[in-house]
């Protein structure tokens, strides 16, 4: 089940960095420069999508406009649902790793 909870949670604390590095081939570019990863926009092809730390929301300084985890997914070719359930699979993968629990065990304990 998609929750409010689990949006916040792709959007907030899945980096935009791993994303586009799962993404591989099939997706933008990207490097780390300046203290910023920054990013090939699906919008206009520039490589100045850059990734604001406090927000996780990358921001094109060239067309202006703002892509989160799963605007990158569906435009590269993902439907939504599709896209959430990949991005929930890395996000709990990415908690693994820090030593945090998954999605789903934490809104089953909350909702207890």
């Not at 933008?28 to 929301?57: H, L, S």
């Not at 703002?66 to 896209?83: E, S």
């Not at 991005?87 to 820090?98: I, N, V």
């Amino acid at each position: 089940m998609i929750t409010k909870q689990l949006l916040r949670a792709i959007r907030n604390e899945l980096p935009m960095k791993l994303t586009v590095c799962r993404l591989g081939r099939r997706g933008p570019i990207g490097k780390q420069a300046d203290g910023y990863f920054r990013f090939q926009c699906p919008r206009c092809g520039e490589v100045r999508a850059t990734v604001n730390p406090k927000n996780n929301m990358a921001h094109c300084f060239c067309c202006g406009e703002n892509t989160n985890n799963i605007d990158l997914m569906m435009h590269y070719g993902h439907d939504f649902l599709p896209a959430v359930k990949i991005l929930e699979g890395w996000l709990e993968q990415y908690r693994s790793d820090l030593g945090q629990s998954a999605p789903s065990q934490q809104a089953s304990s909350q909702s207890s």
